[in-house]
């Protein structure tokens, strides 16, 4: 098992900044790869970035590509995400997920309970 607790959400402007992290504890963190993800109100989960258990190998969706970086710290048990010129459309609950490299959400086995990022226009 491998437990995942996101912090760092909160109320944002437009074109404002906001760090996620997410503290895994368990199972051997580097084992994993990582990945965010979002879900709005009303949508569908969806894929926002994953890195790979070395922190060698990131993928993001294009919606957040040049504005959102993800990384991690295998000594530290830690995944981030810096968000960076965050717009109304990224206002969702943001979940930590621990998995294989990939983009879909069965991909990931163990979630965290979210954080709520809301950006205001």
């Known amino acids: 098992q491998v437990q995942l607790v996101e912090s760092g959400g909160g109320l944002v402007q437009t074109g404002g900044s906001l760090r996620l992290s997410c503290a895994a504890s368990g199972r051997t963190f580097s084992n994993y790869a990582m990945g965010w993800f979002r879900q709005a109100p009303g949508k569908e989960r969806e894929f926002v970035a994953a890195?790979?258990?070395?922190?060698?190998?990131?993928n993001y969706a294009d919606s957040v590509k040049g504005r959102f970086t993800i990384s991690r710290r295998n000594a530290a048990n830690t995944v981030n995400l810096q968000m960076n010129s965050l717009k109304p459309e990224d206002t969702a609950v943001y979940y930590c997920a621990a998995g294989r490299f990939r983009y879909t959400a069965n991909d990931y086995d163990y979630w965290g309970q979210g954080t709520q990022v809301t950006v205001s226009s």
């Open positions: 890195i790979n258990w070395s922190g060698g190998l990131t």
